[in-house]
């Protein structure tokens, strides 16, 4: 590789390309990279440092008390670049919101049942590593890459409003508080969220159980409830599940989804769940139709068999931020999501905190690596999420919408402005997972690579070039 080639490449945590725009929300946004020693593809998202409620840091603290375990992405660099934070993970597939669009917002049993054991799973893990989620939404499920031995695992991601509910080494659990503040997503929430108490395990999986029948029955009876204000809406969302009798929302399904709502609803404050009986009633259940559990997801039937990538018209909403490209049959989402939490734009960085792009780069002298032991108890609010810092019922500031109506409009001229091949050169200022750092290509003499890339960031008209690049992601991160 070139050393005019590295200089003209976007380059960012030492060796990732940024390269196309994939998401965005309430955080900044996430693009496609390349990792440039190995070749391999990784989600590279950006936040604004001086956001009003930054996340990157406290979920690589999260990725990190996760790492290794099945169904978690890899974190491989967080970093300072500019005036944003960046967190290089795996890149994965679609959400399984967006495969629900795409196979008619219905799921069958089957693929219900084998959705459901995987995503049960995925939060025994976390709860066994001491954390509780707090925003279960299928928004923040994804599966794996097209082509690759873990395309139909499913994943989670977003882990901005995730808290540690016991210590890690005496297991002593969070008290039980109530008049707590909302967090989560108000379609899906435990009701016992809604009556501002304490969240715990319980929660996460009543949660799950709302997502099923969502799945199953295409929707939920308290989806698009109106309301003069946000707090009077979330008021009878709250009031519309206590009201809804799980013989109700289960009638005409497998009595195995009453059995699961009426456990976890019964479970205690500090109770710990019992995952095995969950996970078997999914196993009843579709063993009293007959079918078996073979593997094959209604979204591998689309397109003649052919799978839900066949469809040129079908990108991905990756890693639940906010459909970058829309599929072209897809409705409006207020028509779709009509109980979604702030819906219609995310909230834009406060632009009072943030200032234009200093001259003067954080480099090397970043700060150590948090510890990993513990995990912040607040997130942040995401564009369909109630944030913990803000009162239920308090209207976003419409000047900072204003900072995004555009968006999209404007990282497109970014895009166009560093295409592929002519991109802009960085800097780093942060750390690596080494543990889950891969080796690079044996073709490349990656000593020699490091070298280069590192002589054109000191070059002037690299630095010339970084300007560029980073004033106009500033534009669309900061207004």
Excluded at 176 to 181: A, L, P, Q, V
Excluded at 396 to 418: E, R, V
Excluded at 438 to 456: E, H, M, R, V
Aim: glycine letters at 10%; hydrophobic letters at 30%.
């Amino acid at each position: 590789m070139s050393s005019s080639h590295i200089q003209s490449s976007n380059v960012v945590g030492v060796h990732y390309r940024v390269g196309k725009k994939i998401g965005e929300g309430s955080f900044g946004v996430i693009f496609e990279g390349t990792n440039l020693l190995n070749n391999q593809q990784v989600a590279i998202k950006f936040e604004p440092r001086k956001s009003d409620a930054p996340q990157l840091r406290d979920e690589y603290r999260t990725y990190k008390i996760l790492v290794g375990c099945v169904g978690i992405p890899n974190v491989y660099y967080f970093g300072q670049e500019g005036l944003h934070n960046i967190l290089v993970i795996d890149l994965l597939g679609p959400s399984l919101e967006d495969l629900f669009d795409w196979c008619g917002r219905r799921f069958s049993l089957k693929t219900v049942v084998m959705v459901a054991k995987q995503m049960i799973s995925r939060v025994q893990t976390i709860h066994e590593k001491n954390l509780i989620y707090r925003d279960i939404k299928p928004d923040n499920f994804l599966i794996g890459k097209p082509g690759t031995k873990t395309a139909n695992l499913i994943y989670v991601v977003d882990f901005g409003m995730a808290k540690q509910y016991r210590d890690p080494k005496t297991k002593q659990h969070i008290p039980y508080r109530e008049r707590k503040s909302l967090s989560g997503t108000a379609r899906y929430m435990s009701i016992n969220t809604h009556l501002g108490r304490e969240q715990s395990r319980r929660d996460d999986l009543e949660a799950l159980g709302h997502v099923f029948m969502y799945f199953l029955r295409g929707g939920l009876p308290w989806q698009g409830l109106k309301a003069a204000t946000n707090k009077q809406k979330y008021e009878k969302i709250g009031e519309k599940k206590q009201t809804t009798a799980i013989k109700d929302l289960c009638e005409g399904f497998p009595e195995q989804m009453e059995r699961y709502l009426s456990y976890v609803r019964n479970l205690g404050f500090e109770e710990t769940p019992d995952y095995d009986y969950l996970r078997d009633l999914f196993t009843q259940a579709l063993k009293a139709t007959g079918e078996v559990e073979d593997g094959e997801y209604d979204w591998m039937k689309l397109n003649g068999g052919k799978g839900w990538d066949a469809a040129t018209n079908k990108k991905p909403n990756l890693h639940g931020y906010g459909h970058a490209y829309p599929p072209q049959n897809r409705q409006s989402q207020g028509a779709l999501t009509p109980g979604r939490l702030n819906s219609s734009q995310p909230p834009a960085p406060n632009p009072a905190l943030i200032r234009h792009a200093s001259k003067s780069r954080r480099g090397r002298n970043s700060q150590p690596p948090p510890p990993q032991g513990s995990v912040p108890t607040s997130g942040v609010q995401d564009q369909r999420r109630l944030s913990v810092k803000q009162p239920v019922g308090t209207p976003g500031g419409s000047s900072n919408q204003a900072h995004y109506t555009n968006s999209s409009q404007m990282l497109s001229s970014y895009a166009n402005a560093y295409p592929q091949g002519h991109q802009s050169g960085g800097a780093h200022g942060g750390y690596h997972n080494q543990s889950s750092q891969q080796q690079p290509n044996t073709n490349a003499n990656s000593n020699i690579y490091l070298q280069q890339q590192q002589a054109a960031y000191h070059s002037q008209q690299n630095g010339q070039e970084r300007k560029g690049f980073w004033s106009k992601l500033n534009s669309f991160c900061c207004g």
